[in-house]
Structure formats: structure tokens, C-alpha cells
């Protein structure tokens, strides 16, 4: 048993020094990358929170298990690593012994002879075994050469997916040959339980020789798997629990992140486009957390089959921008690590002409890694990584790829200038006079405090009407409706008029980080010096922002969307719909509201309680609803490539067939709203169709009554 032990010995010494160099390439790697110690920090001051999320996300596999097929074959072939290790221990056990006694009896100490351990091991390789079979029917049905661009692996590695497969089921064969082969040599651990071993054993003859074959192929296949694991996309096995660890928290939704420069927040003021890093312009301008991500990517697709953009014909697919990166960031890897780059910036002589090509590749650019039709396209809806089952956190790396791309190269869709320069000039995207946003206010018939500098005593909250609540037409109608049933409930609330500016969200999503500083300051000041404490704004981007963003620069309130704050009010019987509305009605949830604030419940409770509205989800609702289109600062730009958002949404509506569709977003109200539009004038919807807001179907409820 000496040669088996020898070769079993040099072949792991041979393939850990293999996957240790790729490992310390990858290390080196990411260390090349922007600091980012927000990361560390905030995992260090909640441990006890991380590990739960370990345990939720890792161990128990919360966002695969949403995917019920993949989701359940993939919990047991990644349980089948844990507890199949303990096999290997096993083996190497049997390794060692076998050399040192000639009989290679080992098992684990203490719980090495227990049947229960035997089942369990012999349990998880079955259940493996059927989920490759479950994986193998799931990529066949999925094909990309069967769905095209439908499929959502469309893009990914074929070849290496199916090796993975293979190398999994080559693990469990040879587990079960060396295991009923040591059944039949009486050196097999287990009295009982390893039922599947126990039954491989009576169809296998009685040979050491077979035993020390099983052995050693068993142990071979796992060192060549372990390298192809490290240079494959199957690294996530190892990569995932760090990604997990450092994504942030609760999830990489809600808030855009500050731009940070040398791992500190960007002071405008100070900051030098010379020395400091304005968003991401070259791969090194990612921080180790961009790089964690790009060796995290399974490249399942998930996100890719979510994407708004994805599936209007658009050529922004979020797996695609990640392994895009990826990709280009082991191309130019050697040379980076190795100091190329700087004689490459210089032109040396001895760097090849495709060398320099590749070193000098822009992030973004028409012959840039990632083309401006796909960084463009994003509408920041966040389906990407609400789906993600590794925590990748694509509207990060789009969102500094824009810094860059506005604040550096000044490049970016023309359109979205003229929003930028009346958000600079008048506060507002539509460039309209301040004087203007408290112009609904005189529709009313009642007074409506129009805050001087304080707040007065007795006002609870601040109701942000936000610019298209106070400038936009159909926008002005839910104001007007939140307005009279706060009203009616009895809460004191209070405007700024034309104190109030925009709250930065379009010019932050667009990448115009200066000019988002500029105005949340000015609207914090506002909001400090008046002493406000609690807000009710009716626009999920100006909520996301109040909320989220506001406490980075140092506002900090209580801030709530109509919807909640109408819900509870409607619980609390402050406001009572009486009238029935018979209609069926289908909801469509705004993405900011929805999954980037986690706020499902509330618009479907204010609907439920509106008697006769016979409610109808789409099919693609809560977490999984599709954008309307406008979200990114798309609601400022052209849609010119493929399908409209919009159209595919209200397409789907229509599937329901609606009297009128419901949503809570004055920007959803207009895209889907002109989308029914089209589809009027097209006779493919009724006359009668609508789009309202959830707030205007309870005052009309409680009004007429
Ligand atoms: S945020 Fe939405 S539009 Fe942007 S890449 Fe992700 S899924 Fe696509
Ligand atoms: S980014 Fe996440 S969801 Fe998308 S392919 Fe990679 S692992 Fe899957």
C-alpha cells in the first residue's frame, strides 16, 4: 500500500500548489484594487448579524431555494461538499494507514464508526446524484442553442458548467467504488447505515486492489477538480461566503453608495480628479469588493433573466457586465501584476502592440470593455441584485462606471444634459419656476402650512411632494389625493413649496455625484433648519433618497411613503373607505419601493380595503416586478434600442385584463400611463383603461361615500 500512499501524496502535494499559486494570483489580484475598509469595518462591528446571514444565505441557501427546481439541487450538491469532506478525510485516513499498517481501516476518531455518519455520507451523494441529474435537465431545457438570448446561460460557460457537472458525478461514482469495495475488504468504517456503499458492495467482487484503484481515483478526481475550481467560475464555492460577508447590508439595494476615493468618502471640495479616483474608469479603479464579485459570478444568469433591459432586446445583461469585467481583469492581470502597465503608459519598446492595445482599453467606450449602450440602459430597478444568489452587486459597479463616465469624460446620453442643467439651475429636471410647486395647493379646499424657515409646533410631518408630485399633471392628482386624506385623518402636515429642490436621485443614478451633493445639502439644510423629524413623501425615488441616502451626508428623519403611512391609517380606521370600486385592478410595484424598500405589503392592504376592488397580480410582481423604465435616470433619456420597458409592462397588465392599474410612483404613473396611451390609440386596450395611484382609488372609495 506504500506506492498508492506515495502517489495519493504527491498528487495532492502537486495540485495544492497549483490551486495555491492561482490563489495567490487572485489575492494579488484584487489587491490591486481600491481599498474599501467600510467593508471590513461594518463586518466587524456585526458579527453576530453576519453569522446569521452565513447561516440564512449560505448554509441555507435563502435566494436559491426562491428558484424551487435549481434552487433545491443546488442545496443538496452544495450540503453533498460539507459533508462529503468528511469522505475525504476518510480518505486520506486510509491513505496513511494503509501505508503505515498495510491495512487501510481508518475511520475519524470519536465518530468515525457511527452508522448515522455512514447514512448521511452515503444520504447526500444520492441526493447530489439526483440534483446533476435535476442540473442537467434544467441546462437542457434552458439552452441557449434551443432559447437564444431567452436562456438565461445564454452568455455564460457551457463547457465549464458541463465539466463541473461531470467532475461532481466523476466525486460520487468513484466515492461509492472505493466505499463498496472497502465494504467487501472488511475495512469499511461502517457496521450500517451506508446504504448506498452497502448496496455498491454486492455488486462489486472482494479486491484490495480494487479498494486501493477506488482510493486513489477518488482522491484524483478531487485534485483535479479542486484546480479547475480555482481557475473556473465554480471558484464561487470558496469565494461566495467572503462575498456574502462583505456585500453590503441589508442588501446592495436602498441606498447608492457615496463615492469614495482611497477608501474614504469623496470631499468635493478637496477632491483632485488628478490624484483621487472619480468613480471607475480603468478595471484598477474597482475596489477588492468589485474584484470579489467578479470571481463570485456562478454565471447562472439569474440576473440576467430579470433584467428589465435584458429582456427588451437591450445589449445590457448584468451577468454579462460583470463577466465582462472579469474577463478583461485576467486579461490584462499579468501584465498589471508583473508592473507592465507603467511601461506600457510610456510606450516602451518591448511591450507588443496588442499588449499596449489591451493595457490601454477604456472601461467604457465604443471599443471599451463595456459598450455606453449597455452602462446606459440600466434603469437601476435592482432585480439584478435582489436575484443574485452570491450578493453581487451590480448597480454599484454601473453607477461608478457613470461617475466616471459624466464627471471625467463628460460622456453620456445628450438628453439627460438638459435634466442636469435644470436640476442645477431650477432645482427641478423640468427646469419650471420654484414659485410653481405649490401651485396644487390652491386646488384644495383646505389650508395646506407652507413651512417659513420652522416648522409649525403642531405639524407631525413634512409631506415632500417631490418635483413630478408638484409639476407633472397626472403626478399632481396623488398629491392632491394624499393631501385630502391626510386631511381627513386628522394628520397635521406641513409643505416647503418652493423651499423644496430636487432631491438629487436622478442626478446621482445618472452618475452626476457633484450635483447630487450639491442639492441634498441644500434640501438637508432646509429640512435641519426648519427642525423637521418625520416626512411622508408619495415619489419612491425622493423616499429612497430622504431615507437612505440623506443620513450620508448628515439628514437624518423618519420618513415614510404615502402608502404606509395610509395603510396604517386605514388600520387605525382614521380613514374609512365606504364607496365599492367594482373593478379588477392590477398592482404594479415601483422598483424603489418595492425591492429597494422592501414595501410589498402596504399598497395591496390600502387595496384590500377598498371594498369591490377585485385585486389580480401579474405574473412577474413583489420582488420579481418588472420596471417600468424609468428608474437609472432613464425617465431622462431616449429608449432606442429594442422593445420600450413601458410597453412590455403594460403588455403584461393587459394579460390581467384590468379596468385600471394601480401603482405608487409618479414615474410609473407616466410611463405606464403613456404606454396605455399607445395601446388605446392602437385599439389594443379599453377606452376605459387607467393607471392610478393607490392613493386615488381610496379617496374616491372614501370620498363618495
Ligand atoms: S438594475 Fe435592473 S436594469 Fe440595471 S442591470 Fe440590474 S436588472 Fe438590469
Ligand atoms: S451576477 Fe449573480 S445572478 Fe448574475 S450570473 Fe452571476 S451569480 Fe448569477
Known amino acids: 500500500m506504500l506506492w498508492v500512499a506515495i502517489a495519493g501524496l504527491v498528487a495532492t502535494v502537486v495540485a495544492v500548489a497549483l490551486a495555491g499559486r ?31 446571514t452565513q447561516l440564512v444565505e449560505v448554509f441555507g441557501q435563502r435566494k436559491l431555494l426562491k428558484w424551487t427546481p435549481s434552487g433545491t439541487a443546488h442545496f443538496f450538491v452544495m450540503w453533498a461538499f460539507f459533508i462529503l469532506a468528511t469522505v475525504y478525510l476518510e480518505a486520506y485516513g486510509a491513505l496513511i494507514q494503509g501505508a503505515i499498517t498495510g491495512r487501510p481501516d481508518f475511520h475519524i476518531p470519536l465518530i468515525g464508526t457511527w452508522p448515522v455518519l455512514g447514512f448521511l455520507q ?8 439526483l440534483g446533476l441529474v435535476a442540473f442537467t435537465a434544467i441546462r437542457i431545457k434552458n439552452s441557449p442553442a434551443k432559447l437564444g438570448r431567452g436562456s438565461r446561460f445564454s452568455g455564460s460557460h457551457l463547457g465549464g458548467a458541463w465539466f463541473t457537472l461531470f467532475m461532481i458525478f466523476n466525486v460520487i461514482w468513484t466515492m461509492f467504488l472505493f466505499r463498496g469495495a472497502a465494504v467487501n475488504t472488511g475495512n469499511f468504517p461502517y457496521s450500517s447505515g451506508a446504504f448506498a456503499s452497502e448496496a455498491v458492495a454486492a455488486i462489486l467482487p472482494t479486491s484490495e486492489a480494487l479498494e486501493a484503484t477506488g482510493l486513489l481515483l477518488h482522491i484524483g478526481v478531487m485534485l483535479v477538480f479542486l484546480v479547475f475550481v480555482v481557475n473556473s467560475k465554480h471558484l464561487h464555492i470558496f469565494t461566495a461566503p467572503l462575498n456574502v460577508l462583505f456585500s453590503r447590508r441589508p442588501d446592495g439595494l436602498g441606498a447608492a453608495q457615496p463615492m469614495r476615493s482611497g477608501g474614504k468618502v469623496l470631499d468635493f471640495e478637496e477632491a483632485d480628479p488628478e490624484t483621487d479616483v472619480f468613480g471607475r474608469g480603468k478595471i484598477t479603479d474597482t475596489t477588492w469588493k468589485g474584484f470579489l464579485d467578479f470571481y463570485t459570478c456562478t454565471e447562472c444568469g439569474r440576473c440576467q433573466s430579470q433584467c428589465p433591459a435584458w429582456n427588451t432586446g437591450k445589449p445590457l445583461s448584468p451577468k454579462m457586465l460583470i463577466l465582462d469585467q472579469r474577463d478583461h481583469a485576467f486579461a490584462v492581470a499579468p501584465y498589471l501584476l508583473a508592473g507592465d502597465k507603467a ?17 490601454d482599453k477604456p472601461l467604457v467606450g465604443e471599443e471599451g470593455v463595456i459598450h455606453p449602450d449597455v452602462l446606459w440602459s440600466c434603469t437601476n430597478c435592482g432585480a439584478c441584485v435582489e436575484q443574485c444568489p452570491v450578493d453581487i452587486e451590480h448597480i454599484d459597479h454601473i453607477l461608478d ?5 459624466v464627471m471625467i469624460e463628460s460622456s453620456f446620453p445628450s438628453e439627460a444634459g438638459v435634466m442636469l442643467k435644470n436640476l ?16 396644487w395647493i390652491e386646488e384644495l379646499d383646505f389650508e395646506v402650512p407652507i413651512v417659513d424657515e420652522k416648522m409649525p409646533e403642531d405639524v407631525e410631518y413634512l409631506f415632500w411632494v417631490g418635483c413630478a408630485g408638484a409639476l407633472e399633471d397626472r403626478a399632481k392628482k396623488t398629491t392632491k389625493a394624499v393631501a385630502e386624506l391626510l386631511h381627513i385623518a386628522g394628520v397635521k402636515f406641513a409643505v416647503l413649496g418652493p423651499m423644496e429642490a430636487c432631491t438629487g436621485d436622478p442626478a446621482r443614478r445618472l452618475g452626476m455625484e457633484f450635483l447630487f451633493s450639491m442639492l441634498a445639502q441644500q434640501n438637508i439644510e432646509t429640512l435641519n433648519d426648519a427642525g423637521v423629524k418625520k416626512i411622508v413623501a408619495t415619489c419612491p425615488h425622493c423616499f429612497n433618497t430622504l431615507a437612505n441616502e440623506y443620513p450620508q451626508l448628515g439628514g437624518t428623519y423618519e420618513v415614510v411613503h404615502h402608502t404606509q403611512l395610509l395603510a396604517r391609517l386605514v388600520e387605525e380606521g382614521k380613514l374609512t373607505p365606504i364607496t365599492p370600486i367594482e373593478e379588477k385592478i392590477t398592482y404594479h410595484d415601483p422598483c424603489f419601493l418595492g425591492r429597494h424598500n422592501k414595501v410589498y405589503a402596504q399598497p395591496r392592504d390600502i387595496m384590500a380595503k377598498v371594498p369591490g376592488v377585485r385585486a389580480q397580480e401579474m405574473h412577474r410582481c413583489k420582488d420579481r416586478g418588472f420596471c417600468c423604465g424609468a428608474g437609472g435616470a432613464r425617465m431622462w433619456m431616449e429608449e432606442r434600442i ?7 409592462r403594460v403588455e403584461e397588465a393587459l394579460t390581467t385584463d384590468p379596468d385600471t392599474v ?6 410609473c404613473l407616466v410611463m405606464l400611463g403613456d404606454a396605455i396611451n399607445e395601446k388605446k390609440n392602437a385599439g389594443q386596450a379599453k377606452e376605459t383603461l387607467e393607471v392610478v395611484d393607490v392613493a ?7 370620498k363618495q361615500g
Open 401 to 405: 462606471m457613470r461617475r466616471y463616465q
Open 662 to 667: 394601480s401603482t405608487a410612483c409618479p414615474f
Open 696 to 702: 386615488q382609488l381610496l379617496i374616491k372609495s372614501i
Open 122 to 129: 452515503d444520504f447526500i451523494a444520492v441526493a447530489a446524484l
Open 424 to 439: 442645477e439651475n431650477k432645482g427641478n429636471p423640468w427646469g419650471m419656476s420654484e414659485m410653481k410647486r405649490a401651485e
Open 343 to 359: 511601461g506600457a503608459g510610456t510606450g516602451a519598446e518591448n511591450v507588443p502592440q496588442d499588449v499596449l492595445a489591451l493595457l
Open 22 to 52: 492561482r490563489v495567490l494570483f487572485l489575492y494579488r489580484l484584487a489587491r490591486l484594487g481600491q481599498p474599501a475598509p467600510e467593508r471590513i469595518e461594518y463586518a466587524k462591528q456585526h458579527v453576530g448579524a453576519e453569522i446569521k
Open 642 to 648: 429594442g422593445k420600450r420597458i413601458n410597453t412590455e
